[in-house]
């Protein structure tokens, strides 16, 4: 009979330890940027007169408010681009950080993230990415890119394996810009 005792004190020592063990092993948050676009960005230059137009500046100049000078309104574009768009961009090690992974701090976080875009070409965020572990993980990544609140294009990023306690920097393209955005929010999904 003193064994069964003793294998259940044993059990509830084991039990207590568990209940102290698991809220260090709990998940930690995961990161996530909400971007809006860089002041001034996009413009135009008209090519007669030289003048450059940005969201900003646009309907300032007086004169007849005609049909064409009301051509686009950013806020009405229903235009999207269909499914998810996977990307592998390259990522440049661009030095280390603490290694300070823990219940509040994410493994991975992003900081310092820009919208752009880069004229007749493509919206584009460029973001550094830190591995705060002490592991080497390949994360996933998950953009999306919205004007007034409503979704222009979706991307899953697949980034090559960074080492722990690495800081990386990279750049993942958006839509063309002929779709109008004004915020891309990126976030962690794995780990």
Known sequence: MYGYRGMGVKALVCLAMLAIVAPAHAKAPRSTADIPASAGLPEFRDPRTGQIWT?????LVPGP?????????????????????????????????????????PLVN???ATLRAVPERRWQVV????????????????????NAGKPVEETRVLLP?????????????????????????CKVESP
């Open 127 to 146: 973001l550094y990415l830190n591995n705060n572990s002490n592991r080497t993980i390949a994360p996933l990544l998950h953009c999306q890119f919205s």
């Open 55 to 59: 969201p900003n500046n646009v309907g």
């Open 110 to 112: 992003i900081e310092n």
């Open 65 to 105: 408010n005609t049909p064409a000078d009301r051509a686009f309104d950013p806020l009405a574009q229903a235009a999207s681009v269909e499914g998810v768009i996977v990307q592998r961009p390259k990522v440049t090690p661009l030095g280390a950080v603490p290694i300070t992974a823990g219940p509040t701090v």
């Open 161 to 185: 394996a960074v080492g722990g306690g690495v800081r990386v920097g990279l750049t993942i393209y958006g839509p063309k810009t002929s779709l109008f955005v004004d915020r891309a929010i």
